[in-house]
């Protein structure tokens, strides 16, 4: 049963997401698209901060490298989107790389200050290189991506193809994080002297989940681009960077449903509430804060909890 | 050179107001440890507590700024209670997060008190120019320059030559040494909290009339103090004062010399470069999880 919880996460995915693309209304769907893109961009996140403990403020900015590489290349080059996508996830992993180096020699609160250091640097670039990203205008006209004639353009299709690749991403997730490849992040993160006297290496393992969350960040940002078709500074900075970690924390950290769980509620949360007006942000922080402090493991942690609960009553009742 | 006078005390003035923010952030997370992502938020609400007290309340100026700090004091005892006891014995993650999720609430509170548009908090020498060199200096300026010395002053004193400062330090350094010998570890951490919400309730007072008192001021206050804080040292009160008119002067000076459009990513560039280089800072502190 174990080695086919991959499997089971996509089939769940599909048919939860199948289903409800047939029974809802356009406006929904758009917000479920948004889900489903975001939850993309959480799944990796939780290889770096779920598994590997790395506390980034900046996971904003990957996402929006993903993006702006995809926007840049499809429009003033005249690329296929489908051709700019892994070509824009390859230059973000690369970057990742490349900064993690020396970045991730530091830890807790350190490493926070430099990721969102680094997010709002990158917002500044962008915002000012003007002649590359057309500055706070955005860039505008993305083309849509299509399979021949069929084109992904409306919120019905665009949420089927978000969902197949939200599912391969999942199963890939769960499958890694069972693997020994997720076991020695796990072990960075809650002790890295312990880790490194098994013999991980441990500059390598936080590497590869930095590199990992920024690729599923980039893919997460080019379907965002190939979604609204239009990407402006103001969609990666560091408050949404704010919002991943909280959809993560929610969901359940450390957890690929908790990543999608917490994804999809925190996109319709607003909507359910919008009865709080101007209010939301203050209901927000204050749910972080309360889940912060009486359920640290998020909603899936509570599923477990009352999961276990139920089986010992079981227990009392037939002994 | 009478632009540059202008502009190095202006510089010296906001970077006195950054400083003022990083000595808070800096005294909290000496005493207590935590680092307190709401420290802009606390800002802000010092800027809306003179708003509150001078423009809405009326109070004339002395009362009004005493009234306005007393209302931060009274919130850092509130934060102590309310935030910082329940996440105490949490890993540093939730803390960090934890706090954040604070700055949200303060500043979506600031909102639905007070409106998202500005307010214009008027300095008690509006209008007050002084000639230095040719140069046309505001007085507000050069008051928030010799106000900030003065409390630099006042602060050292504090630590140094009172037994409630001596205590507070004893505490940054061992809570369980503190406590051995007697000392109410509790109350010198609440002090120490509300010691910070007054500094930062002055640097948004100081504020206020520098820039227009805004509900949305306290992320780009919070960013400028945390560049500050890396690059002078963490944990350290001279790094705190050095990297805050570092950063108030390369954002002025950088403006108008280099590029206006790239003035702030400056200082976050030398943060940065500070973070990958010299994690301790110019004054350094001597604590692990640098790497």
Redesign the interface.
């Known amino acids: 049963m174990r080695r086919y919880h991959s499997l089971l996460a996509a089939v769940a995915i599909l048919a939860l997401g199948g289903l409800l693309s047939l029974v809802l209304a356009d406006y929904r769907l758009r917000l479920l698209n948004v889900s489903v893109i975001s939850a993309i961009a959480v799944i990796g996140f939780n290889f770096a901060f779920g598994l590997a ?1 790395l ?1 980034s ?1 900046g996971h904003a900015a990957f996402v929006g490298l993903g993006a702006y590489t995809l926007a840049i290349l499809s429009t003033a080059f005249g690329w296929s989107p489908w051709l700019a996508i892994p070509v824009a996830i390859l230059v973000t992993t690369l970057f990742a790389g490349l900064i993690g180096y ?9 490493l ?3 990721t ?3 997010n ?2 990158f917002t ?2 962008v ?2 290189w003007i002649s590359l990203t057309g500055g706070t205008n955005g860039i505008s006209g993305i083309p849509e991506l299509r399979l021949g004639a069929f084109a992904f353009n409306d919120e019905r299709r665009f949420l089927w193809l978000g969902l197949v690749l939200l599912a391969l991403c999942a199963a890939f997730a769960v499958t890694l994080q069972r693997s020994r490849y997720g076991r020695a992040m796990m072990a960075v993160r809650d002790d890295e002297t312990a880790a490194r006297m098994t013999g991980i290496d441990v500059t390598r393992v936080k590497i590869t989940a930095l590199c990992l969350s920024a690729a599923f960040a980039a893919l997460s940002g080019t379907l965002f681009a190939t979604h609204v078709r239009f990407v402006a500074p103001e969609d990666f900075n560091y408050a949404h960077s ?1 919002i991943y ?2 959809m993560l ?1 929610v969901g359940g950290e450390g957890a690929v449903a908790g990543a999608v769980i917490g994804a999809a509620l925190l996109t319709f949360l607003p909507e359910w509430l919008r009865f709080l007006g ?5 209901f ?3 749910m ?2 309360a889940i ?2 009486f359920l ?1 493991t998020g909603l899936v942690g509570l599923a477990a909890q009352l999961r276990r609960l139920g089986g010992h009553r079981e227990a009392e009742t037939t002994s | 050179m009478a632009d540059f006078i202008q502009l190095f005390i202006n510089g010296l003035a906001l970077g006195s107001v950054y400083a003022l923010a990083a000595i808070g952030f800096v005294i909290v997370y000496s005493a207590t440890g935590v ?1 307190n ?1 709401a420290a802009g938020q606390f800002v802000m609400f010092g800027t809306f507590a003179g708003v509150a007290m001078l423009a809405n309340a009326g109070l004339p100026w002395p009362v009004g700024y005493a009234a306005a700090l007393l209302a931060m004091a009274a919130f850092g005892a509130l934060f102590f209670i309310v ?1 910082y006891l ?2 105490r014995t ?1 890993p ?3 803390v ?3 706090t ?6 303060m ?3 600031a ?2 008190g007070f409106g998202s548009w500005p307010f214009r908090l008027v300095s008690p020498l509006e209008g007050i120019t002084i000639d230095i060199g040719g140069a046309a200096i505001s007085a507000h300026a050069a008051m928030v320059v010799v106000v900030t010395g003065l409390l630099v002053g006042l602060i050292w004193l504090l630590f140094y030559r009172t037994a409630l400062g001596i205590g507070m330090r004893a505490v940054a350094q061992d809570v369980e040494a503190a406590r051995l010998m007697g000392l109410n570890v509790n109350r010198l951490l609440a002090l120490s909290w509300m010691l910070a919400a007054v500094l930062a309730g002055i640097a948004g007072l100081l504020l206020g009339p520098m820039w227009f008192a805004d509900v949305n001021m306290g992320d780009p206050i919070a ?1 400028k103090a ?2 500050a804080t ?1 690059i002078g040292g ?1 944990g350290s009160l001279p790094g705190a004062i050095a990297g805050g008119l570092f950063v108030g002067l390369t954002e002025l000076l950088g403006a108008s010399y280099l590029s206006s ?2 003035k ?2 400056i200082a ?2 030398v ?2 470069l500070f ?2 280089v010299r ?1 301790q800072g110019v004054f350094g502190e001597r604590i692990q ?3």
């Open positions: 403990g506390i403020l020396p970045l991730l020699r530091l830890r807790g609160h350190y926070a200050l430099a969102l250091g680094l709002v640097s500044i670039v915002t000012n704010i970690l909280a924390i101007d209010a939301y942000l203050a927000f922080g204050l972080l804060l912060l402090i640290p | 680092v992502f935030v329940p996440l949490s540093v993650v939730t960090i997060i934890g954040v999720a604070v700055g949200i609430v500043q979506n509170a909102l639905l960013l945390f560049a890396i963490f459009a790239y702030d990513l976050f560039a943060m940065i973070l990958l994690p999880d640098r790497g």
